[in-house]
């Protein structure tokens, strides 16, 4: 590997006012746009509603009877019978002049009806448009009008006749005058009658809006489990059916399912176990790194039993109110129980279940602690409830929690091995379209440590690969691309690397290459890239067979020299003045394997097979003895690295420059080089 130790992170620094003016613009152009469109809004409405008036309606319009103003009056008056105010006082005491029995109405078609009537024909009536009404007036005004003119306001219309007398209208004038206020008056109310309208609608578009707003609040899972947390002791627990997840679905942690055999059978026939006097755990612990499958394992025991599956996790039932996760954790028991034969997962088990007992951050956890104590101790094995909870901690649990009794089956769920990594992407391969080439043993290989989750990412990444190159299926090289990415980070394409540079890095990379070539011990070579990633500039990738659950001297050894390989080819070719610094993180690794061949593993005939675990407090002499070993280790390894590179310099040259010229070479690649064949053109 090189690795970069002094690179400057690019950085991207925008001057202050571009920010500003970057948040500004689309502010204004928010803002213009609501602008013409409330613009236009206005546009369309303003016509709409003034359609059929003019000059006069507006007037009139002021005219509703409650609000009628002697100013008014006169302007009506003015308008209606144009010369007759003038040189004439206004009264102004119209307001307060004697209350007349009959209205104008009356007094004009003889029509006695009683004060306050309102009928349901006058308010449909109201809802018909101005322009119907003005022509129904002349046959059906006296009853209609006059329907809304006593409604509630029969002192403005019995001020509304003195006024006439008070203004000395004529005979002949009088109905004239009488027409107009009618009209006026009923285009007033067309008026109010459409606001009232649309107010109407808007508040029903408010209310239903704000029905949506509940129902989505308590649909909303985060919202509602706030809901639920403020709300308080009642919170809903709903099983889920787990049919369609199966052991069929759990690749490569044989073990733990054969373990969780015979809880699927309990479950399944909770009787048969009774009759022979045999007891189940209640609670089963699956023990394991985070995303090896424990949820999963949980979901297919109950969905190999077929029986409904209660999910909580821990962190759920930490709360800071007094009571309520307690109260969680009741609700969850009395429904699991009402349905038995079931399963309750308890995920994040010591977050509930945890040794924190007088943590100030977790005040009430002691009591979700004993109210799940008290929980799993009332109900009988037999009940057909069983509790399976998952930690990546179980040092972590309180030990009530393990006793017997309660959580007292514990089942390992471990990292899968090459088999198991090689089942789980053969998994998911099966789910994408991918090419008959790619071999999944390969990418097994090179993932050790993963975890079901992150195979399953890696086949995921490799997909939106593919897509976004424009491919119609997943090759090895989009599974090698996504597997690099998740090992050392994305690739640096835009890191203008110079050619100086990109060639020491080609015979660094090359000489690691070609020891791991040329040793017998050494693992097979899988890639040899000048790409940078991450913090490097180009790495080597070995595959080691299979996963090594010991390694030999000779294995060690080996891989001290390839970790030599890169510095020892700096300096053949380029001279001891220009060896770089990208040689550290290859040097780590060698005097690791050093220290620990001394320390640890018994590999140096000088210490013998004493193991040294804290160096710090030995004797100055041991101490100095262990160094010299080391340094003895790391030299005579450097120096047979030195060998093989003086021995295939050819090779090394045809490799650098094939990596020069094609960035990436893989295992193949790299033997037709190294066998002095020319590469095919890519
Ligand atoms: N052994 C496996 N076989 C198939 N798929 C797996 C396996 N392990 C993990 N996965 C995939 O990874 C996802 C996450 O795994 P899961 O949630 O079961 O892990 P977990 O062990 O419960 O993790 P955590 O400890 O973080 O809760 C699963 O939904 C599944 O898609
Ligand atoms: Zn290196």
Redesign the pocket.
Known sequence: MFSLSSTVQPQVTVPLSHLINAFQSPKTTFISLSASVSQNHHRDAVPEREAPSSEAVVNLRDLGLSELKVGQIDQLVDSLLPGFCKGKNVSSHWHTSHVSAQSFFENKYVFIQARSFKTLKSRTRRLQSTSERLAETQHIAPSFVKGFLLRDRGTDVESLDKLMKTKNIPEAHQDAFKTGFAEGFLKAQALTQKTNDSLRRTRLILFVLLLFGIYGLLKNPFLSVRFRTTTGLDSAVDPVQMKNVTFE?????EEAKQELQEVVEFLKNPQKFTVLGGKLPKGIL?V??????????ARAVAGEADVPFYYASGSEFDEMFVGVGASRIRNLFREAKANAPCVIFI??LDSVGGKRIESPMHPYSRQTINQLLAEMDGFKPNEGVIIIG?T?FPEALDNALIRPGRFDMQVT?PR?DVK?RTE?LK??LNKIKFDQSVDPEIIARGTVGF???E??NLVNQAALKAAVDGKEMVTMKELEFSKDKILMGPERRSVEIDNKNKTITAYHESGHAIIAYYTKDAMPINKATIMPRGPTLGHVSLLPENDRWNETRAQLLAQMDVSMGGRVAEELIFGTDHITTGASSDFDNATKIAKRMVTRFGMSEKLGVMTYSDTGKLSPETQSAIEQEIRILLRDSYERAKHILKTHAKEHKNLAEALLTYETLDAKEIQIVLEGKKLEVR
Do not use: M, Q, R
């Open positions: 679905h759990v690749k490569g942690v699956l394991g790194p985070p995303g090896t499958g424990k949820t999963l394992l995920d994040e998952a990546n769920v899968p198991g789980i998994w998911y975890s079901g989750a195979l399953e």
